[in-house]
């Protein structure tokens, strides 16, 4: 009999500010929280959450991901003592980039003719997240990082998902962490023309002209049901469905059919047992770009149907930029929050309607959900660099 995979914890560290639900409850009021172009976690103080020596032995990827997983492990229960044995708990963190800044700091010091630091391998590395917080919370099942772009973090809770399913694991802390607001990723990006000119992320308005590149970290407690009821847990909702499919098109732009992203919506929604008649919301992928919106958006009609043109469409990008191998994980959050709250926030900036665009993309103020009186069911699109696509299905407690 398959597992019944429930969400118990969130944590999250955005430039919305500290914690999961003010992610949910800024960006639902309609707050912005990109400033000159980027969006930075300004209201994260390292030093207010770790020690001094453990600020010195993590990249900054590493601080916000730590962090965030306090908040879920203590939202979930577990500020105490874990309910689980620790060869039951695994983790699994995301990320695009990993230690950039670790990378470009010893580079630099390698130019100057500087002695390198020692900490240099272990701090860049990109399962060093996953790492810190197996080592900091005695997590000893599955552990193990996944670098798949701005999928990254969506694959991590899918996996997790598959791990507790398949026995491997009772619970999984999940989720994904970035912090790429360097020199080199900037310039990267730009030389890729991929950055927002004019410095505004509007997914999905006929303006767009480029993602705004953010930092922060989204985690989540994923447990099964069964036991997480007999430990008397507060559940908060259940993971439907999960759907991984590649476009093996291109190393950077999506495939213009949206068959990738169409395939794995399908693959979710078929885990889920679901149709597109209960799927009450999408949050999307909606990065401001003008290749990925208008094939998202031709996925989104071709996985739904007819029923496309009924749901509200939003993205939390408007509201937070890009945080790249986060973003799967801290959309997966906003999701469940708006979920519960039963609202479809915003698209923020969404004001010029492109005419190859044509969903209900949210745009003004939250809107209620239509659900009949049944638990929402919500879509998370997460897409990412070298065609990785991964798709959550999501359904309030």
């Known amino acids: 009999m398959r597992r019944e995979i429930v969400?118990?914890?969130?944590?999250?560290?955005?430039?919305?500010?500290?914690?999961?639900?003010?992610?949910?409850?800024?960006w639902s009021a309609g707050v912005c929280a990109i400033e000159d172009g980027e969006a930075v976690c300004t209201d994260f103080d390292a030093t207010d959450f770790l020690s001094a020596k453990e600020v010195r032995r993590a990249d900054r990827f590493t601080q916000l991901a730590i962090t965030a997983c306090q908040e879920a492990l203590a939202d979930a229960g577990w500020a105490g003592a874990s309910p689980y044995r620790p060869d039951e708990i695994g983790c699994i963190l995301g990320t695009g980039i990993g230690g950039i800044a670790t990378i470009e700091a010893n580079h630099a010091r390698l130019v100057d003719g500087a002695a390198v630091s020692p900490l240099a391998v272990p701090l860049m590395m990109g399962n060093a997240g996953a790492a810190a917080l197996a080592i900091r919370h005695d997590l000893r099942g599955p552990v193990y990082g996944i670098v798949s772009a701005c999928a990254a973090?969506?694959?991590?809770?899918?996996?997790?998902?598959?791990?507790?399913?398949?026995?491997?694991?009772?619970?999984?802390?999940?989720?994904?962490?970035e912090a790429a607001l360097t020199p080199l990723s900037r310039a990267?990006?730009?030389?890729?023309?991929?950055?927002?000119?004019?410095?505004?992320s509007r997914p999905f308005d006929a303006r767009r002209d480029g993602f705004v590149m953010g930092?922060?970290?989204?985690?989540?407690?994923?447990?099964?049901?069964?036991?997480?009821?007999?430990?008397?847990?507060?559940?908060?909702?259940?993971?439907?469905?999960?759907?991984?499919?590649c476009d093996a098109s291109h190393l950077t732009a999506p495939a213009p059919d949206g068959g990738g992203p169409f395939a794995a919506m399908t693959a979710a929604m078929r885990d889920a047992e679901v149709e597109p008649d209960e799927i009450d919301y999408v949050n999307a992928h909606g990065t401001s770009t003008p290749l990925n919106d208008r094939a998202e958006?031709?996925?989104?009609?071709?996985?739904?149907?007819?029923?496309?043109?009924?749901?509200?469409?939003?993205?939390?990008?408007?509201?937070?930029?890009?945080?790249?191998?986060?973003a799967g994980a801290v959309e997966a959050l906003a999701t469940v929050l708006a979920l519960r709250a039963r609202v479809a926030p915003p698209t923020l900036g969404w004001e010029v309607r492109d005419p190859e665009l044509d969903l209900d993309y949210v745009d003004g103020s939250s809107r209620?959900?239509?659900?009949?009186?049944?638990?929402?069911?919500?879509?998370?699109?997460?897409?990412?660099?070298g065609g990785h696509n991964a798709v959550l299905c999501l359904e309030a407690a």
Do not use: M, W
């Open 153 to 177: 973090g969506a694959h991590a809770i899918g996996a997790a998902a598959r791990a507790i399913d398949c026995g491997e694991a009772g619970a999984v802390i999940a989720g994904g962490a």
């Open 368 to 385: 209620p959900l239509r659900t009949n009186e049944r638990p929402p069911v919500a879509l998370s699109n997460s897409f990412g660099f």
């Open 7 to 26: 969400i118990t914890g969130l944590g999250a560290i955005t430039p919305l500010g500290i914690g999961a639900r003010t992610v949910h409850d800024r």
């Open 297 to 326: 958006t031709i996925a989104i009609k071709r996985a739904l149907g007819p029923r496309a043109a009924e749901i509200p469409v939003s993205s939390t990008k408007s509201a937070i930029g890009h945080l790249l191998g986060a």
């Open 215 to 245: 930092e922060g970290a989204g985690v989540l407690v994923l447990e099964d049901g069964e036991q997480a009821r007999r430990r008397g847990a507060r559940i908060l909702a259940r993971l439907r469905g999960y759907g991984a499919t």
């Open 188 to 200: 990267a990006f730009s030389a890729l023309e991929a950055i927002s000119r004019c410095g505004v």
